[in-house]
């Protein structure tokens, strides 16, 4: 079974010490079977400090590092790497445990450590808004991504502050086994399945209005992805103008509502690949793609392959194919 190692540093920010866990443990197989074994560890076994007034226990120390297949560095305000650009004898000593090969991911300000281990030099990544001048400062050899979620370079991810790692933890979910997989994960945590947009559009913005939220809207068009949703037609059952339907969808979603049916249109179609016999054709037809041209031009784009040899691949291996870099970008929102 996949080790995830969660490597809580004081003082470690709480919400993202709780994403990896509640993410990896909800991954399972069509049988119920665990996916993946995640263990919290620390330097030590004391509890580590948390950045909201409590502490966290974890289930081992260090040595833990030395069995894991990813080992993920939560958001922390760990002095060294956050401050002097250095690691601790300590912090050095448990990061040398970890295995060459083994994945590493942060989280948040968790890409300080990485950066501090020398494991980001020369690489896209991403941390939180707020720190991202700090880590340019600290560590100049990192190729900084500000307008991202997150960032994949193949054995090094990162993602961007506090909720982020959520599209991150399943975006790995959805590598390493697949949509179906991810999508259960993500209906657990009752959140989408992948999430578009850059940091940006969740800076300084006011929370949308309860009343007239396209939330309900979604939901039933999630539903009923293979119908001709029009924008007109979401826009009447909000019971909204169009002009003030597009501009909530915005608002609560980052994408404008044809970029987000797409969205889930693609997703669906990947995830019956997947899971099912049905020809090319049908499954564009049941995904709303259209024709099976269609679903092939929406594939390739999104992971360089035909929808055949897309399904080739994941039953071959069991693993879904992906870009070497995959980041989220304001593109996306033009799409």
């Known amino acids: 079974m996949h080790t995830v190692a969660v490597l809580l540093l004081e003082k470690i920010v709480g919400f993202d010490a709780s994403i990896p866990p509640m993410c990896f ?34 289930e081992a120390g260090p040595e833990v590092l030395a069995e894991a297949d990813t080992v993920i560095v939560p958001g922390t305000k760990v002095d060294g790497p956050r401050r002097r650009a250095e690691l601790s004898g300590e912090l050095a000593a448990a990061l040398g445990r970890i295995r060459p090969g ?42 900084l991504a500000e307008r991202v979620l997150y960032t994949d370079d193949g054995d090094v991810l990162t993602s961007a502050g506090l909720a982020a790692g959520l599209d991150l933890c399943l975006h790995i979910i959805r590598k390493d086994h697949g949509a179906a997989v991810a999508n259960r994960v993500a209906r657990h945590c009752v959140i989408p399945p992948a999430r578009e947009g850059t940091q940006t559009q969740f800076v300084a913005r006011p929370v949308p209005d309860s009343v007239g939220s396209t939330a309900a809207v979604r939901a039933w068009a999630a539903e009923h992805l293979d119908e001709p949703l029009t924008v007109a037609a979401l826009a009447a059952r909000a019971a909204l103008s169009t002009r003030t339907f597009n501009r909530r969808f915005r608002e609560e979603t980052g994408l404008s509502p044809g970029a987000w049916l797409l969205r889930c249109r693609v997703d669906l179609a990947r995830e019956l690949l997947e899971t099912t016999d049905l020809s090319v054709d049908d499954v564009a037809r049941r995904a709303g793609l259209g024709t099976g041209s269609g679903l092939r031009q929406h594939l390739r784009r999104d992971v360089g392959m035909a929808p055949l040899r897309y399904r080739q691949a994941f039953r071959a291996s069991g693993t879904p194919p992906g870009r070497a870099v995959a980041q989220v970008t304001e593109g996306a929102l033009r799409s």
């Open 102 to 143: 083994t994945r590493m991911v942060s989280i948040c300000t968790g890409a300080f450590v990485l950066a501090a281990a020398g494991l980001l030099d020369g690489r896209d990544v991403t941390t939180h808004w707020k720190y991202g001048a700090d880590l340019r400062r600290l560590y100049p050899e990192v190729r």
């Open 25 to 58: 443990s909800e991954a399972v197989d069509d049988d119920g079977r665990p996916l993946y074994r995640v263990v919290s560890c620390g330097l030590s076994t004391d509890p580590v400090p948390a950045t909201q007034g409590y502490a966290i226990v974890p």
